[in-house]
């Protein structure tokens, strides 16, 4: 399954009221189950969250250490712990702080602040699984994370990315899927909370691993990766909080969001030597077939054949990645919506050809 799953994160907190801000602010970003203490926390809560926020102040049956009363609790096994605390403040609750927090989170909450330092522990802890992968998608993994680390910058700052970059993360993922270790990299992704990059990637290696299966050579499959990975730049410069969602958006946050193409091509053409492949992908990969698409709304043999191919991976990356409340689907599901509802706005014959492709990697 290459479905990406939404992080979930737990809190749990007496007061009603800093729960409820608590909540509402990280609800954009992932799926929230909120509890007001302990007790209820563990006779309710129905999946293993990602990690917990907790405040100091909850309250608990039992005079006993927070932090370790929490790791011990057999369904939150290794899961981290973000203790909010009002700095400098000693405990004077029912129940004392000993065992350190994976994370602290400071009162008054700032949502900024908390979101950075959630966002630190969860990739922390992804990034830390990547040691034990075979080479080629560890080297994939980290050169990628580093090199997007660098993207907002460029983007931002109209400085020039070099094609050669690009080329660090392309070599190691052909290779990587060329031995068949592409799950390796969407597997190191899931739990990952930089959410462009990680939809960035999982592009680039849908797409070599759909260039590769279809025959393509090596020049095709650069293009194709390398693409995979500029194709959303743009976003970078989009508020996080709407950035990646194209459900329930206003129009002028809908417009803003479509404008990503634009601003991703302007930044490419004139801030970098990246070959005309790529531009023309990240250019086309929301053009639909029958017209329906953006920005150009190009019909037909006006799409470019590897825009196609992007514009079905980008599709089905998007519906098997969860976001904030919206649920990831199976791969089984989202092609089915492919070839179904969005049939007439994508090649059918390469649907059938990545389809393929999925269902003999059980991706
Ligand atoms: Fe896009
Ligand atoms: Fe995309």
Redesign the pocket.
Known sequence: MSQHDAITIAVIDCDGGQRQKIALALRPYYRVFDFPDLETAFGTMRQRPSLVVVDEAVRSGQRRDLIRTLKEEPSLAGVPVALCKTPGRTAEYGITIETAPDATIEKPIRRKAMVATISAVLNGKVEAGWDALPKASRQTLRESLKAFGTFAGLVAGGEFLKFGSLDAICAPLIEAVGQSEHKHILDGLKGHDNITYV??LR?ATLLSLFGHGIGLKEESLVILSAAGMV??LGKLEIPAEYRNRDDDLDDEHLAAMRGHVDSTIAYLKKHSDVPKGVVIIAGQ?HERIDGSGYPKGLKGSEINDLARMGAIV?VF??LTEGRGSRAALSSEKALARMTEEMAAGLDTRLVGLFRQIVLDNAL
């Open positions: 939809h960035s592009v194709h959303d990969h980008d990356a998007g």
